[in-house]
């Protein structure tokens, strides 16, 4: 049993590893898983609306199921051909929005300074905020496969704790095996 919680924690490191070294790759990856997602129900109503057609006892989706199966096919397609476009224009998004709430909270903070004595300390998180949205709009990508780093880096941690803990168990469950042994022997 031990065999294959190190076999487990290996590939953990391995599956790790590649995270790491290849984290940009992942992302325009798992994109396009999304839009084979959007893809497949979407070819499901098209392919209903296109059998309903030929059969007049099968009742024909409604023209707006057809217009959202069209819709959700192009989106997917879109995913799928594009996953690099749409990752930094969701991270430019991001970035927008987290750089106008570091800047609402600056603006709320010098209207209220005006009637309440504030201290300048109240600043450094929408300050933060402000250089953090700068950041993920010049570099869109970058940050977008940080989620990446992370996971390999748990990745590689959880398979070096399975392999510890299975060579740890394993010498304890030999021990107490030669324990009871010599105890049915002194029997």
């Known amino acids: 049993m031990q065999r294959w919680v190190i076999v487990r924690g290996i590939v953990s490191v391995a599956i790790g590893i590649l995270l790491i070294a290849m984290r940009e ?3 325009p990856f798992l994109v396009q898983c999304v839009g084979v997602v959007f893809i497949l129900p979407a070819l499901f109503v098209l392919a209903t609306f296109g059998y309903s057609s030929f059969k007049q006892k099968v009742k024909a989706p409604s023209v707006m199921s057809l217009l959202s199966g069209f819709g959700t096919l ?3 397609l879109w995913l799928l051909l594009k996953p690099y476009f749409f990752v930094e224009f969701f991270m430019l998004f991001l970035g927008i929005m987290i750089f106008l709430f570091g800047f609402y ?6 209207l209220a300074r005006r009637k309440l004595p504030l201290p300048l300390y109240m600043t450094i998180i929408p300050l933060m905020l402000i250089v953090v949205g700068l950041i993920v709009m010049i570099k869109p990508f970058g940050i977008a496969s940080i989620p990446f780093l992370l996971l390999g880096i748990a990745s590689i941690i959880g398979g070096i704790s399975d392999i510890i803990n299975a ?4 010498r304890k469950e030999h021990s107490v095996d030669v324990l009871e042994i010599e105890v049915l022997e002194n029997k």
């Open 25 to 27: 790759l992942f992302m």
């Open 74 to 76: 192009l989106f997917g």
């Open 105 to 110: 909270q600056i603006v709320a903070y010098i």
């Open 167 to 170: 060579i740890i168990i394993s």
